[in-house]
């Protein structure tokens, strides 16, 4: 099991694909197991409700914590059972936040809540989070609400005009703080203990438990069930865990770009943008967060299997897009052009032939003992299938290159000034004159070979 962890929500700057105006939004850096993972995009106007259910998730937490420590203490058989009732009542309301985190998060990554106007959208699971706290709602579905609460179901809950009609009624005692609100101050509970809450706890909060269980009026409910289970993934270090943004993805989105539309033009930036990446999960985290949005059902074991051919060499950049596009993507209105600028007077620098060279590079590190095969059949027959014929030569010296251990994307470069040398030496060689060597070039020769 992986622990997740949510950092502050950013506030930043993103361009409207629809638009091409620009709107605040929010990000949330995500870490797993301490290292940073990716970003999880909120709405602007949700920021204030997000950071409300991770403080009821900490202070929960913090309460079950407290009572688990006074069931250990307790000595009367009766008194440990009376706190073991409001240790469960309390885990049972802590894992009710920790799923609508979840579902929240789910919401959230795969683009589903309602985003017709940018700056008004509307996320169903936190709405639904904050009608249910606000009004002591997790024991019970929709349609047992009453017909006199009903309207709790209608109005926006996260809208400030709003905030009195579903708190106007609450009971809120003055004679100490209070824990129902976040602190404005993050440092008083982000962390994971709420300032003050074991005092108050000690103080006031224990005693007026014990006594409401003992005195249970119109407002007691007991929230944990002895038979209930929890569902099999509720919370977001669970398998599988949720498809986070990477920080490509999160530029290529933020830079006004839309994933119905180019698909294909999102997976060509993050294995084009720098720093390339070096492991083949990165590229499945953005392979599986595309699949996330745009599909409802994916095969993601066969999307896998032929973006591990892609990175391997073994399938071609142009033949997995085919592969990708007719078969798991299915876009009605998706385009597979990308956004690569080819150098006009270097035939060999492209994408497609990076990714070749690239892969059987990455084949040959699986076995770094292994002697290099300048002949590689699966090399040779990749090539075949992006270049033509004639450049044989060329491409025999940039795998020499790249076997002595050279940056392929930098070979890729020089190899155009290396064909024009070769070539003209040819010709030098059937008049019977001397060879150029590389200093006697000038780089503007032959620019049109």
Known sequence: MDLVTFLPPEETVVIDSRTGETFQTCRIKVLVDKRPKGYLPLPMRYRALWLELSYFIVMYAN???????EEKKAKRRSRKEDIAILRQNTGTILAQHKISRLLTVLELLSSSYDAVISGQERVHTLDEWKIRNSRDWFNITCQQVTPKDANFLQVDPIRPENRAIFEGDWRIANNGPCFLFPPNDLAKWFDGKVDGLQEAF???????????????????????????????????????????????H????????????????????????????????????????????????PDREDVYNIANQLWFGEMTWREFVDTLMSIHLRLKNAVSTTSEIKDPTNVFDTFEARLVLEGYVRRQELNPGRAWDLNDDVLWAALGRVTVKKYKSAWSWVISEVSIGKNVAQVLKEVGPWRKLDKRNAERKQRHLAPIHDADVDVDVDSGS
């Open 250 to 297: 999160w530029q290529w989105v933020a830079n006004g770009n839309n994933l119905w539309l180019r698909p294909i033009d999102f997976l060509f930036y993050v294995l084009n943008e720098k720093p390339l990446y070096t492991v083949f999960e990165q590229f499945t985290q953005d392979l599986d967060a595309l699949l996330n949005i745009v599909t409802e059902d």
């Open 63 to 69: 309460m079950w914590r407290l009572w688990k420590e």
């Open 202 to 248: 000690q103080k006031t909060l224990k005693a007026e438990a014990l006594k409401a269980l003992k005195r249970q009026d119109r407002y007691f409910q007991t929230q944990y069930h002895q038979h209930a289970r929890l569902p099999e993934r509720w919370h977001e270090g669970q398998q599988p865990r949720p498809y986070f943004w990477s920080i490509k």
